[in-house]
């Protein structure tokens, strides 16, 4: 057996190993000018829920100026806050406060496509001889057969026709998003401008939007029939299957640039469901941390989750490497949508939130919202608006919010805000406080991760680190669970119940995740 060295005392550990990063959606999440459409100065107002809560680090979805054909991820000026949310000055003010309290801030970057709108395509698009022209990926083909066999993660080909200069430029997403070539050394540079002028803001991070995507072979070559059969839930477009070493460079480029200032971190999105396909984007000096997506798509089975988060830790075992967790965001179905119920909910959170290495939650998850019951959006054709409902703060008509916001409400707004749940010591909401308190005071947490064998129905991990150990004990079942004799009697440190907890372990509950202090 190999001893795993994967100990390191809090000191020797970058901030955002030991984090916790809170997504926020900005449309979504409060509102401080009274249009129904979150901005930063809400942010900036509701910073105190987020300290009490724990997070060390909020990740915001974009802020930048936008015809908002996919809500921000279409960019027509990447050094600019959209007037929707605020202005530069109202940023500045949201980062010095999050700072204040402790908070680092981490924003969107979408490198591999610019809005249609932005001056770069515009120019792109005016001549064939303009001097952006191959800032984009522009090929020639008749006018009534696409270059390639690609399409776009929003469904149709990933080409479209340009009447005036009779080429094809190549959009992965919608048409109102084209690629840029990353080929291109101007390019290249001017996305080191923009990551330098948020850094020289003060940003604590940024997070690279599809980032793999910006590797793309010289000949754009078909793409085998058989990938397009990955269970990936954009089946048949290329954003889930794509594997191409051609970005590696690149982001050995923007790390070079992360890392001339000090304390930076780069966490890109790479939608590759084999954990062993994401480690050469990070190894190498790569990105510091990529998004593992594998237990957000694992069904609701404790074998099959200690499978994924073995191979996770076996993939990510070498000391240049860094696990991440992600079980939600703003482009998947909730937590309690998806397992049914908030207790399972609760298991889901407790095991996020105590595997080694960082876990990402999206805003809401500590409210145990459910999907709203969102209308068919033209911008959203895969159905992703459920998750993004507002966030209810209180019980008032508006929710904390000065007029009915953008999207309707999700479920039982009454009960499931922020301000009814704090009333509840057992809510889910204090729940999630209970987990990072307790992970921000855990070594053992810090140290390695190693999976115990109980029952069939129960995800069990010890994690140990200086001498210190705790188990993790997660009963995804819906009966009781006898526990070995040799845990009986054992300190509960934390559980998904606060009956449970001070008390000593007898057994399992259904649906239940408990910490218990192993002595050594
Ligand atoms: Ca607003």
Redesign the pocket.
């Known amino acids: 057996m190999t001893v795993r060295d994967t100990t390191r005392s809090s000191e020797t550990l970058a901030w955002w190993k030991r984090a916790v990063v809170y997504q926020v959606y900005p449309r979504s999440f409060a509102?401080?000018?009274?249009?129904?459409?979150?901005?930063l100065?809400?942010i900036t107002a509701h910073l105190d829920h987020l300290s009490w809560l724990g997070v060390d680090a909020v990740w915001l979805s974009p802020i930048y100026p936008s015809p908002a054909v996919d809500l921000g991820y279409d960019i027509t000026d990447y050094c600019d806050i959209d007037p929707?949310?605020g202005d530069l000055k109202s940023f500045d003010e949201f980062v010095a406060e999050a700072h204040r309290n402790d908070i680092r801030v981490i924003l969107d970057w979408v490198p591999n496509h610019t809005s249609d709108q932005h001056p770069w395509f515009i120019e792109s698009r005016s001549s064939i001889d303009s001097a952006k022209r191959d800032w984009y990926i522009w090929r020639d083909s008749s006018k009534d057969r696409e270059p390639n066999n690609w399409g776009s993660a929003f469904g149709g080909s990933a080409w479209t026709w340009d009447e005036r200069t009779e080429q094809w430029y190549l959009h992965l997403f919608y048409a109102e998003q084209p690629d840029l070539n990353w080929a291109n050394p101007s390019v290249r540079e001017a996305m080191s401008d923009v990551l330098r002028f948020w850094l020289d803001r003060g940003v604590d991070g940024l997070r690279a939007d599809v980032v793999h995507l910006i590797g793309k072979s010289a000949e754009l070559v078909d793409m085998p029939e058989s990938l397009k059969l990955e269970g990936f839930r954009w089946t048949g477009s290329l954003a889930g299957v794509w594997n191409e070493p051609a970005a590696y460079p690149y982001l050995e480029e923007i790390r070079k640039v992360v890392d001339s200032y000090p304390d930076r971190v780069m966490v890109g999105e790479i939608n590759l469901l084999d954990v062993k396909k994401l480690v050469p984007y990070s190894q190498h000096q790569r990105l510091q941390m990529v998004f593992n997506f594998s237990l957000l798509y694992a069904s609701w089975d404790p074998r099959a989750w200690a499978l994924l988060i073995r191979e996770a830790e076996d993939a990510f075992i070498e000391p240049d490497l860094w696990p991440t967790w992600v079980l939600s965001n703003h482009d998947n179905p909730r937590l309690v949508n998806r397992y049914g119920d908030e207790a399972h909910a609760r298991v889901a959170a407790l095991v996020l939130m105590t595997l080694r290495g960082t876990p990402f939650i999206y805003q809401g998850d500590e409210l145990g919202l459910r999907d709203g019951d969102t209308p068919v959006h033209n911008a959203d054709p895969t159905g992703r608006l459920g998750c993004r409902a507002p966030m209810p703060w209180d019980s008032s008509e508006f929710h904390g919010w000065d007029s009915d916001p953008w999207l309707p409400w999700p479920p039982v707004p009454d009960g499931h805000n922020a301000t009814a749940l704090l009333e509840d010591p057992n809510s889910i909401l204090h729940l999630y406080r209970r987990v990072l308190t307790f992970r921000r005071n855990s070594p053992a947490l810090l140290g390695q991760w190693n999976e115990l064998l109980l029952d069939d129905d129960v995800l069990a991990y010890e994690r140990t680190s200086q001498g210190e150990s705790v188990v993790v004990l997660a009963n995804f079942s819906e009966h009781r669970v006898e526990v070995p004799e040799g845990m009986k009697g054992m300190a509960v440190l934390l559980a998904t119940d606060l009956a449970l907890e001070t008390k000593n372990l007898v057994d399992l509950p259904p649906v239940c995740a408990l910490v218990i202090h192993r002595p050594s």
Do not use: E, Q, V
């Open positions: 509102d401080s000018n009274g249009d129904g459409m979150g901005d100065g809400g929707l949310f």
